[in-house]
């Protein structure tokens, strides 16, 4: 079923909306994952979907697409737990918040020229406006902004 976010067992996985002012265009658009691979690929359908209701540039959510992916890939691999993924709308482009239930730290590792992982934190540093971590209950949030042009 095209254009439908699904759960890993087929339901539609619960999604919240939030509006700041009706007329502001800030919006924030919540959903919570289950903590298996095939949520990377959701995350990045749903972040993709909330971008382009607000007419974003097609380079900017390649870029929060793939920004999102590292930072799901990181709570499924260092977290394990499901993953509440939020969109927000904002007048200078867009936030996407990654919570997980893991109290460990994000920060990019210390990685050699060899390494085929642990570049995730380095990429999101490089592409984003900013990004940084939170507490958040038992767990954390990690998010970036990309600034940018929404409609």
Request: aromatic letters at 2%; proline letters at 4%; one cysteine or more.
């Amino acid at each position: 079923m095209t254009g439908r976010l699904r759960d890993h067992d087929g339901r539609e996985p619960a999604v919240n909306v939030e509006r700041s002012a009706p007329s502001s265009g800030e919006e924030t658009v919540r959903t919570v994952l289950p903590a298996v691979a095939p949520s990377v690929a959701a995350a990045r359908r749903f972040v993709a979907a909330a971008m382009r209701r607000h007419e974003a540039q097609p380079e900017m959510i390649d870029t929060a697409c793939l920004l999102t992916s590292e930072l799901v890939t990181n709570a499924l691999v260092h977290a394990g737990s499901r993953v509440e993924l939020a969109v927000s709308t904002l007048g200078r482009g867009i936030r996407v918040e990654v919570g997980d239930a893991s109290r460990a730290t994000a920060q990019p590792r210390a990685i050699g020229a060899e390494a085929v992982a642990g570049r995730g934190l380095h990429i999101v540093e490089a592409m984003s406006s900013r990004w940084g971590t939170n507490a958040a209950g038992a767990g954390k949030r990690v998010w970036f902004e990309l600034d940018g042009t929404m409609a």
